[in-house]
């Protein structure tokens, strides 16, 4: 099992630009998790879905738009990419969350913004 | 905004030293999560304490729960050169799908 995958491990953007992150997991997970790292912040939940065709809100959600069209793959979207959003991104999957089981995470993916 | 918050911040020991992690939570949980993050890679889940329970060991960690003083230890015994990494505490409070994580500690172990 090659467990959670992201794609692309490091991208450059230019302001205003677009881009889409995937994030996919092959341990048939129900739930999926976007978070972004920042030094000294930790990790903060942008979105993420507790099941196939749901999606559903995170601590720092503005300016990134999700999918999860596929139970394996969940999507991180910047429409128009601000230097604020250069973090290294992370997706995570979990069997179930009704009682905070462990989550599994991605490589990651650098994003900087310029 | 962060539930649990690691102490101290950094710690930096010899190879064979314990080293101690403690982690402060706000409000009430249903575990508590402990993982591991070498540097420039994702997370490695390490252990999860119920609420329920007190103490719990693998291999050479040790973790405790203190629900009354809201509060969690990570002990690594015989510390290695390759344990260096950041430590972070992680919660999921009553009611909530969703892990929130601390700040970290980030540990270096001198061979």
């Known amino acids: 099992n090659a467990g959670v995958t992201q794609t692309p491990k490091f991208r450059v953007l230019k302001t205003g630009q677009s881009m889409t992150l995937l994030c996919a997991q092959d341990m048939n997970h129900e739930y999926m998790y976007w978070y972004r790292q920042d030094p000294g912040m930790g990790l903060r939940l942008i979105h993420y879905?507790?099941?196939?065709?749901?999606?559903a809100k995170g601590e720092v959600p503005d300016g990134y738009n999700v999918s999860r069209l596929k139970k394996q793959n969940f999507l991180l979207g910047l429409e128009s990419a601000a230097p604020s959003q250069t973090s290294v991104y992370f997706c995570?999957?979990?069997?179930?969350?009704?009682?905070?089981?462990?989550?599994?995470f991605g490589p990651g993916t650098r994003l900087l913004v310029l | 905004s962060q539930q649990g918050e690691e102490d101290p911040q950094a710690l930096s020991i010899q190879e064979g030293e314990n080293a101690t992690m403690n982690c402060s939570y706000k409000t009430s949980i249903n575990n508590l999560q402990w993982y591991r993050q070498n540097s420039g890679r994702g997370l490695v889940h390490l252990i999860l304490i119920r609420s329920n329970e007190r103490e719990k060991h693998s291999g050479r960690l040790r973790v405790t729960l203190d629900t009354s003083k809201k509060s969690s230890s990570l002990l690594i015994t015989a510390s290695r050169a390759a344990d260096t990494a950041s430590y972070f505490c992680?919660?999921?409070?009553?009611?909530?799908?969703?892990?929130?994580f601390g700040k970290g500690t980030k540990l270096t172990v001198n061979p």
């Open positions: 879905s507790v099941g196939e065709g749901t999606t």
């Open positions: 992680a919660t999921v409070q009553g009611g909530s799908e969703k892990l929130v």
């Open positions: 995570a999957s979990s069997d179930a969350s009704y009682s905070g089981e462990t989550q599994y």
